[in-house]
C-alpha cells in the first residue's frame, strides 16, 4: 500500500474520485425541493371553526410561497381521528398534510382506548403553529349571566344544564369544571363550533367552549355572551370578560394548540423545504395580526420541537383527562 501510495497515480485517482463525489452530493443537496401539489391540507374540524378560519389564512400566503395551489380539506368527526387518519394513510411525498391541534395529537391518545393511527410513530413533525384562546359562552338570551348560576343551576338540577363541545379542550374543560364544582353538566359532542353556536342560539345546550374565532361574529352582533376566558389573561378586545382565574378557578391553564404534520416516511428534505416556507410565511406581520383579532397567537418551530412539544403534551393531557375525571373510551 506504502509503494502504491508513492508513486502517486493510485493516491491521485482516489482523490480526484472523492472530489467528484463530494461535489456532486453537494450539489444536489443544494437543489431546491420543489413541491410539486396540489398541496392538500387536511383539517380535523368543519367550516367555520377556529382551526378552519386559521388553516384557510396560512393557506392563502402558503401556496404562492411553494409556487403550487394549495387546497383546504375539512374532514370533521370521531374527536379528529378521521383526518389524523387519512393524513397518516396518504402517501408520503409532501403534498397531503394534516393542519391540527392538541386534540388529535395530544389528548385522543389518552381519550381513546384504541386509535387508528400513532400520533408520534405515524407522522412527520413540520412545525407548530401557534396557540389559540377559548372563550366559555351562552345565548344573549340566556338566564345564566354569570360563571356562578350556571354552577348553581347545575347543583339544582344535576345532568339538566348541558354543555357543547366539538373537540377536547372543549370536552375536558366542560368535565373538570364540573369535578372541581362539583356540578353534573351534561355532556352533548358536537363535530365543529358552528354547529354548537346554531344549537347554543336554539336553547338545545345551556354552555359551550367555543374558540375566540367562531365566536366572534356573533359576540359582536349581540347574539352571544362569553362568561369566561380560558386563558392567563383577559382578551385584548374583550376587557370585560374575568378570565376563571379571575372567577376563581385557577386550573384552567390549558393551551390549545396546532401543529402541522406530514405523514411519516415523507423525505427529510422535504420536511425540511415544507418548515423553511412555514415558519416564513408566519413571520408576516399581517397575518400574525389578524391571528391576534382571532385569539391565535402565532409563530413556527422546527420540526423537531414540535416532536419533542408533542410528547410532552401527551404526558400533560394524561394528567388532565384524569383531573377531569375521564377515562379511555
Same mark, same amino acid.
Given at each position: ?5 508513492r508513486k +502517486?497515480?493510485?493516491?491521485?485517482r482516489?482523490? *480526484?474520485s472523492? /472530489?467528484?463525489?463530494l ?10 425541493i ?6 392538500? &391540507? ?18 392563502e ?7 403550487? =395551489?394549495? &387546497? ?6 370521531a374527536n379528529?381521528?378521521? #383526518? ?8 408520503p411525498?409532501?403534498n397531503?398534510?394534516?393542519f391540527t391541534?392538541?386534540? =388529535? ?29 377559548f372563550?366559555l359562552?351562552?345565548?344573549? !338570551? ?6 356562578g ?16 363541545? #366539538?373537540?377536547?379542550?372543549g ?6 369544571l364540573?369535578?372541581i ?5 351534561l355532556?352533548?359532542?358536537?363535530k365543529?363550533s358552528?354547529?354548537?353556536? =346554531?344549537?347554543?342560539? +336554539? +336553547? ?10 367562531a365566536? =366572534?361574529?356573533?359576540?359582536k352582533s +349581540?347574539?352571544m ?9 383577559r382578551?385584548p $378586545?374583550?376587557? #370585560?370578560?374575568?378570565t376563571?382565574k379571575?372567577?376563581?378557578y385557577?386550573?384552567?391553564d390549558?393551551?390549545a ?27 408576516d ?5 389578524r391571528?391576534?383579532?382571532l385569539g &391565535?397567537?402565532i ?6 420541537e414540535?416532536?419533542?412539544?408533542? /410528547?410532552?403534551?401527551? !404526558?400533560?393531557?394524561?394528567?388532565? $383527562?384524569?383531573?377531569?375525571? *375521564?377515562?379511555?373510551q
Amino acid at each position: 500500500m506504502r509503494e502504491t501510495c508513492r508513486k +502517486g497515480v493510485p493516491w491521485r485517482r482516489a482523490m *480526484l474520485s472523492m /472530489a467528484v463525489t463530494l461535489f456532486a452530493a453537494t450539489a444536489w443537496s443544494a437543489q431546491p425541493i420543489q413541491i410539486e401539489g396540489p398541496l392538500r &391540507i387536511v383539517l380535523p374540524f368543519g367550516p367555520g371553526s377556529g382551526t378552519d378560519i386559521y388553516a384557510r389564512l396560512v393557506a392563502e400566503k402558503l401556496g404562492p410561497a411553494l409556487g403550487t =395551489t394549495v &387546497i383546504v380539506e375539512n374532514k370533521p368527526g370521531a374527536n379528529g381521528i378521521i #383526518s389524523a387518519e387519512s393524513v397518516a394513510r396518504a402517501t408520503p411525498d409532501g403534498n397531503t398534510l394534516l393542519f391540527t391541534t392538541n386534540t =388529535t395529537h395530544a389528548a385522543n391518545p389518552n381519550m381513546f382506548k384504541r386509535l387508528s393511527y400513532d400520533p408520534v410513530k405515524d407522522f412527520a413533525p413540520i412545525s407548530k403553529l401557534g396557540n389559540l384562546t377559548f372563550l366559555l359562552v351562552v345565548a344573549a !338570551d340566556s338566564p345564566y349571566q354569570r360563571l356562578g348560576d350556571l354552577i348553581a343551576a347545575a347543583h339544582a338540577k344535576p345532568e339538566r344544564v348541558s354543555f357543547g363541545a #366539538s373537540n377536547s379542550f372543549g370536552t375536558v374543560s366542560g368535565y373538570k369544571l364540573g369535578k372541581i364544582t362539583d356540578s353534573q353538566f351534561l355532556y352533548i359532542p358536537y363535530k365543529s363550533s358552528p354547529q354548537i353556536i =346554531t344549537d347554543l342560539l +336554539g +336553547g338545545q345546550v345551556q354552555f359551550a367552549f367555543v374558540d375566540v374565532a367562531a365566536a =366572534t361574529p356573533m359576540l359582536k352582533s +349581540g347574539r352571544m355572551r362569553a362568561l369566561a376566558v380560558l386563558a392567563d389573561q383577559r382578551f385584548p $378586545t374583550l376587557p #370585560s370578560v374575568p378570565t376563571m382565574k379571575d372567577l376563581g378557578y385557577p386550573q384552567f391553564d390549558v393551551v390549545a394548540w396546532f401543529g402541522m404534520f406530514a405523514p411519516a416516511g415523507t423525505p427529510g428534505p422535504v420536511v425540511d423545504a415544507l418548515n423553511n416556507k412555514l415558519v416564513a410565511v408566519l413571520q408576516d406581520p399581517a397575518l400574525r395580526q389578524r391571528g391576534a383579532e382571532l385569539g &391565535i397567537e402565532i409563530f413556527g418551530s422546527s420540526p423537531q420541537e414540535l416532536a419533542d412539544y408533542v /410528547a410532552s403534551q401527551i !404526558d400533560l393531557w394524561k394528567a388532565l $383527562t384524569a383531573d377531569a375525571g *375521564l377515562t379511555k373510551q
